[in-house]
């Protein structure tokens, strides 16, 4: 078997959105004077497409989300010679080839994201080759159910943000998380306004549920290091990219500082990243996202560092390329999962752009044993929706 083909695709989000609010979440772009949403440059309306074909008429199915229109470049012009010709089964040395032959410009960002696409396709393109779901190829069930956590809760007016926590507990959730609207440029009110949104939450879900805190690298060091002290007594399972992503020292001084953990990687990439992340301690919760960072082939590696310095592995925004390497590692003890509702930041678009995801029920997830490769295809229903670029 070779590969014969790779299509890519930009699938652009043209339907319904949920329009931009205040504060809605704290980001980078907070320590700047700016006006408008400073979460635009954040929101991903935008997917691609990775569709590897074989000469025996399989197809392997992978996507990226970071600058599509560029990954899709990218993809097409250095990419794709580089596996046409080629067996999948050789992932190991395809990768290698990617990676090596874009090493001067693709070590980090969309260059490793557009090669996280094609070895997603190669990962599904194997699981369907031998009938085997692609979990089963990664060491198979290591856990009888996945345990996952409601993800969204970004920061509205605190009655709303209890009635959607008690949603979750409602559907059986005991794990959620929720984001922070104010950082360092909205003063001693704003973090009174972090901390009453803290509370508000616990309120309403008591003690024995985990509650995460997120930040999207809104914060500072100084202001972190403020805040960690005021958030203890609330008892979050972690605090979430508090600072910029290549303050890598930061990190490493609020995990020492805190006894909260300090969670991060979703804007990390390859295993040498998280080497040193690892290295450094500079978190206790590593967050990759198998679809920016390099896909399967390298997030397996960086489970098996992540094992040997007792580190968890909780992959960011669910979807299926995360939910296999989970279900088939004890290096993740369980996943995130975003709840389907209207396209707000953009990672709701992987339900109107792909089918099979699993629902879950009472706070867990299942993958089926007997679905061949990742178990998605593309959701033709909602391409009317879409504005798509071949």
């Given at each position: 078997?070779?590969?014969?083909n ?23 772009m907070?320590?700047?004077w ?80 557009a090669i ?5 396709a ?58 922070f ?42 202001y ?46 390859t ?18 996202d ?6 399967i ?14 580190v ?10 995360n ?31 792909f ?36």
């Open positions: 078997m070779k590969i014969s790779v299509r890519t695709r930009v699938f652009e989000w043209k339907g319904h959105t949920v329009p931009p609010t205040p504060h809605f979440c704290s980001n980078a907070d320590e700047l700016d006006r408008g949403d400073s979460m635009g440059t954040f929101r991903f309306h935008g997917w691609t497409t990775v569709e590897i074909e074989t000469d025996t008429g399989l197809v392997g199915l992978g996507n990226v989300a970071l600058a599509p229109r560029i990954a899709k470049a990218i993809i097409d012009q250095y990419l794709a010679p580089l596996v046409i010709g080629q067996d999948p089964f050789d992932y190991e040395y395809l990768w290698q080839r990617m990676y090596r032959a874009t090493h001067a410009w693709g070590r980090k960002g969309i260059g490793m994201a996280s696409g094609v070895d997603i190669i990962w599904d393109l194997m699981g369907k080759a031998v009938g085997q779901p692609v979990f089963k190829l990664l060491g198979g069930r290591t856990k009888e159910r996945i345990p996952c956590y409601a993800s969204k809760l970004y920061r509205t007016d605190l009655k709303s943000m209890q009635e959607e926590a008690q949603s979750y507990l409602d559907q059986g959730f005991t794990a959620m998380k929720m984001r609207g104010y950082g360092p440029k909205d003063g001693p009110a704003g973090m009174r306004a972090n901390l009453d949104s803290v509370a508000a939450v616990r309120e309403v879900i008591g003690e024995d549920v985990d509650l995460m805190l997120e930040c999207y690298m809104g914060w500072n060091l100084e972190a290091k403020r805040m960690l002290p005021r958030l203890e007594r609330y008892q979050p399972r972690w605090l979430e990219e508090p600072v910029l992503a290549d303050d890598i020292d930061g990190y490493a001084e609020l995990n020492r500082l805190t006894s909260i953990p300090i969670s991060g990687g979703e804007h990390e990439f295993h040498y990243g998280f080497r040193q992340l690892l290295e450094k301690r500079a978190v206790s919760v590593v967050q990759y198998t679809n920016r960072v390099g896909g082939t390298a997030a397996r590696k960086i489970n098996a560092i992540a094992e040997s310095f007792s968890p592995v909780i992959p960011h925004a669910g979807q299926m390329h939910y296999h390497l989970t279900m088939s590692t004890l290096a993740s003890p369980m996943a995130e999962f975003f709840p389907v509702h209207d396209v707000e930041i953009g990672n709701e678009l992987f339900y109107y752009l089918e099979g995801d699993p629902e879950p029920a009472n706070g867990f997830l299942d993958l089926d044993d007997e679905t061949p490769g990742l178990g998605l295809s593309l959701n033709e229903g909602y391409f009317d929706q879409f504005h798509i670029i071949e």
